[in-house]
């Protein structure tokens, strides 16, 4: 008995030993899971749990700048409010939907059903959407339970509806649906911030959770080409024809000859952004300078003029032509624009004087098939790839049309159709040295932090002249401002260059009478060539509608007030603008510094002079030396 007991005894006390290791093992067990999920899993699990108790306030997402070349702001963002509703955390929607449509100005019984729905958090849109900081603040003021403010952004435009048939637009959900604002969406767009509120099964807050914050990330910026400086001179001049002249419509394009960079993009009439659906949408739908199509007229006879010369067919001075007023083609009689004619010219002035038959002569020298080949070359017919959104191709005549007197017409601009942006490419290759330059619109994708992620450069798509060829181009077109039928855009020391062009309007194939499409391609200094303006006026009115009447002036206004932006100073060898009735009579201002009271009395008296000053020495004059002046100007003196 008594070994039976201590058998007992000792196996009692290894159960118990074994109890106790078996405890203390489970209980450390315990302790580490305890560890594991608390202290390592403890931000996992956490992040799970938030997950499921989470609800997310969206704020509206930050879009990338559309900037210009010198990152001046032409579209930001503006804060615009949003609205939501979690039904679970007041069921009293009838008086939230009362108290909202009051301060709303929206209807009442849309939002009760709109506030009822079965939802777990209700985004109170269009209603509550884009509110005014001053509704958001007497909505926050009345601190309404499950009533939340998100926070979302609309588009803000300082310049109002400038560059709005280029820039587009952004919908409802801030997505871009035109122009640049379409074209670079997704590098535009960004993700909006999140606010994080943690709440039960029922929607009612967690005491003991904070609420959480999530970062989005702000879309990249879009620098342009465009110099808003230049452009906001080229609208205030498109603005103004279009009021004196009662236009259907103006379009206007600033381009640098050396490089293809817009500068300035411009059509009438325009829009507000933030009011598109005020609109036609044929207005915002097209960006006349890359959608319109017309017949040139005598701008496109710069092309007919560079592909003579290439070709060694004219001689500017040396060669002479007659014209009759007419010249006949096939059975066709193609007249100038002058009924009696020119009479006999050299091919300079054939130039100046923007002579149809003149420039037919050039195209029959030149051959239907070459003549082609040069239309081609200077890129009319084919997308100039701008990179702007809908731009057309133009219409040109197929090889089996284009007979004797297609080929006639085309060499003065009529019977074919092409857009202004392909103008101002072609005229760029034969004034800058016969390159061949893309046009183009975006500079630099620039990210958030003012990073450059992408750039754009020039691109040549080849040269089709010799600058010997350029050089004598630029010369012609030097004269045509000085003598010719451009003497409406001469400026003084700018030495600017250009050809002007009136086209019949073209309706459904049917040319409309009395309706025409006046234009003006010029560029400056003819010697360098720093920026080249293109404006065309649609049916002008309350005067004679001729390019050298109504849009060389304009031109020429552009060019002389955008010169410091683009670097041109003062040039010499200027060719003199040559009188002819009607003109203002003009002189040069003489060097009077130095001079005494006596002598300018004596010697000057032909010219208006006012003193300044009671010293008997001019020590400086305005205007300065040199300058042209109108006979009926003043001349002020300044002396010690």
């Known amino acids: 008995m008594e070994i039976l007991q201590k058998f007992i005894e000792l196996q009692t006390k290894k159960r118990l030993r074994f109890l106790f290791f078996t405890f203390l093992l489970l209980a450390c067990a315990v302790i580490g899971k305890l560890f594991h999920v608390q202290i390592i899993k403890h931000e996992l699990l956490k992040g799970r749990a938030e997950e499921n108790w989470d609800i997310e306030i969206p704020f509206g997402g930050m879009r990338g700048n559309i900037i210009d070349r010198n990152r001046a702001l032409i579209v930001g963002n503006e804060l615009a409010p949003t609205l939501y509703f979690m039904p679970a955390q007041n069921p009293e929607f009838e008086e939230v939907a009362k108290v909202l449509a009051s301060i709303l100005k929206v209807d009442e019984e849309g939002l009760i059903e709109k506030l009822a729905k079965k939802e777990y958090m209700i985004k109170i849109a269009p209603e509550g959407k884009n509110i005014t900081k001053q509704q958001a603040d007497e909505i926050t003021k009345l601190q309404i339970p499950g009533l939340y403010t998100g926070v979302d952004f609309i588009r803000h435009y300082p310049h109002k509806d400038m560059l709005a048939r280029l820039l587009g637009f952004t919908g409802y959900d801030g997505k871009g649906l035109a122009g640049i604002e379409y074209a670079y969406d997704e590098i ?19 005491p003991h959770v904070d609420d959480g914050f999530k970062s989005g990330n702000t879309g990249s910026s879009v620098e342009l080409t465009i110099d808003l400086r230049i452009q906001k001179v080229v609208e205030r001049e498109l603005k103004q024809a ?10 206007a394009i600033a381009l640098n000859p050396k ?16 009011d598109y659906q005020e609109v036609d949408q044929k207005i915002y739908n097209r960006n006349l300078p890359v959608w319109m199509t017309f017949e040139p007229g005598s701008t496109f006879k710069i092309i007919t003029l560079a592909a003579g010369i290439e070709e060694g067919l004219v001689d500017l001075y040396e060669d002479e032509f007659h014209d009759p007023g007419y010249v006949r083609v096939a059975n066709a009689r193609l007249r100038c624009w002058k009924r009696e004619g020119h009479g006999q010219q050299t091919f300079l002035e054939v130039v100046e004087n923007s002579c149809n038959p003149g420039f037919v002569s050039i195209g029959q020298r030149l051959g239907g098939e070459k003549l082609s080949k040069y239309i081609k070359d200077f890129g009319f017919g084919t997308s100039t790839e701008s990179g702007i959104a809908g731009e057309s191709k133009g219409i040109l005549f197929s090889k089996d049309a284009f007979g004797p007197v297609e080929q006639a017409t085309t060499s003065f601009g009529q019977g074919i159709s092409v857009t202004p942006i392909q103008q101002v490419q072609a005229v760029a290759a034969a004034i800058n040295g016969g390159n061949l330059y893309k046009p183009y619109i975006v500079k630099e994708i620039v990210d958030d932090k ?14 089709v002249l010799r600058e ?107 060719l003199e603008k040559d009188y002819r009735w009607g003109d203002e009579l003009t002189h040069r201002v003489p060097d009077l510094t130095g001079m005494t009271r006596e002598k300018i009395r004596t010697q000057l008296y032909a010219y208006q002079i006012e003193w300044h000053g009671d010293g008997e020495k001019v ?22």
């Open 450 to 463: 003012g990073k450059t992620k992408q750039t754009f450069q020039p691109e040549l798509k080849k040269q």
């Open 619 to 640: 020590k400086y004059q305005m205007p300065a030396v040199d300058t042209l002046m109108n006979v009926d100007d003043i001349i002020h003196v300044y002396t010690d």
């Open 468 to 574: 010997e060829t350029s050089a004598k181009v630029r010369e012609a077109l030097e004269s045509v401002v000085a003598n010719g039928s451009g003497r409406s855009a001469f400026t003084d020391g700018l030495r600017i260059g250009g050809k002007t062009g009136t086209a019949q309007k073209v309706v459904d194939g049917v040319y409309k009478d009395g309706e025409y499409i006046v234009s003006f391609i010029g560029f400056a200094p003819a010697d360098d060539p720093e920026v080249l303006v293109y404006v065309a006026i649609d049916n002008p009115k309350n005067s004679v509608q001729f390019g050298g009447v109504i849009a060389a002036p304009i031109v020429g206004r552009i060019i002389e007030e955008i010169a410091p932006f683009v670097g041109i100073t003062k040039r010499e060898k200027q």
């Open 259 to 274: 490089t293809g960079e817009i500068l300035s993009l411009s059509s009438f009439p325009t829009f507000d952004p933030n």
């Open 188 to 206: 535009l767009n960004g993700t909006g911030d999140r606010i994080r509120l943690y709440t039960d099964a029922k929607g009612i807050p967690l």
């Open 242 to 251: 279009m009021e004196k002249y009662e236009a259907d419509q103006a379009l």
